[in-house]
């Protein structure tokens, strides 16, 4: 079966510190991968999707951005963290293609709490 | 503009019966999904329809007009655990899921 791993769990930052939150995916191959954010109380925004090695589409022109080094991993990062980056940060991933039943699964998620 | 609308909180009884309804106007219509997401969880997948009519899967039921840019969860015979966050998203065109604001279900004894 497939999992979905995200880390860390909680991340407390200052203000104009990098960042970097990782995500890897066991049990299947060239899946599609997401990156979302969830503020309190609102929806998903999606920041980030790549459906291949090195194939990042950015849908919120912001100040992080996405890495895929290798096929099961996704990594998002920033090199200066604002107070408006707060937020719950998901990763998900889809099996590859465009099936429109195709079902995002999701990982546990990070906190990310930028003082 | 692409846009769906959720109830921001509902609250029912346990053992009673609830419809979380959720509309939508999108650029095309490739498939309505439900999720559940529990407080500092990720969301869950409960559903998905494309066709028209409803889909029951245990004490869950999702209804889908596409005439009418219309959706519904319900929940039946609700228990304290349902108490979550429920997530309408859409599958546009270009096969990107729009999202909901989610509809936040308070479950009394």
């Known amino acids: 079966s497939q999992t979905i791993h995200q880390w860390p769990a909680t991340l407390v930052q200052p203000v104009g510190s990098p960042l970097s939150l990782e995500c890897t995916v066991e049990?299947?191959?060239?899946?599609?991968l997401y990156w979302y954010r969830q503020a309190a109380g609102r929806g998903l925004q999606l920041l980030f999707y790549s459906v291949g090695i090195g194939q990042i589409s950015s849908e919120v022109p912001q100040n992080l951005s996405a890495s895929r080094p290798q096929d099961r991993q996704f990594i998002l990062s920033s090199k200066k963290l604002l107070l408006s980056d707060s937020g719950f940060y998901l990763c998900?991933?889809?099996?590859?293609?465009?099936?429109?039943?195709?079902?995002?699964?999701f990982g546990p998620g990070t906190r990310l709490t930028v003082l | 503009g692409q846009n769906i609308d959720q109830p921001t909180e509902m609250t029912a009884t346990e053992g009673a019966i609830v419809q979380i309804n959720c509309t939508y106007q999108?650029?095309?219509?490739?498939?309505l999904f439900w999720y559940q997401q529990h407080a500092g969880e990720a969301p869950t997948f409960l559903s998905y329809n494309v066709l028209d009519g409803l889909e029951e899967k245990g004490r869950f039921s999702s209804f889908l007009s596409r005439s009418k840019g219309y959706s519904y969860l319900l929940l039946k015979e609700l228990q304290m655990k349902d108490s979550a966050s429920y997530l309408c998203a859409v599958r546009d065109e270009n096969y990107q899921l729009i999202w909901g604001a989610g509809t936040k279900l308070i479950i009394k004894p």
């Open positions: 999108t650029s095309g219509f490739n498939g």
């Open positions: 998900a991933w889809s099996s590859q293609g465009l099936a429109g039943s195709d079902t995002q699964y």
């Open positions: 049990g299947t191959s060239n899946p599609n």
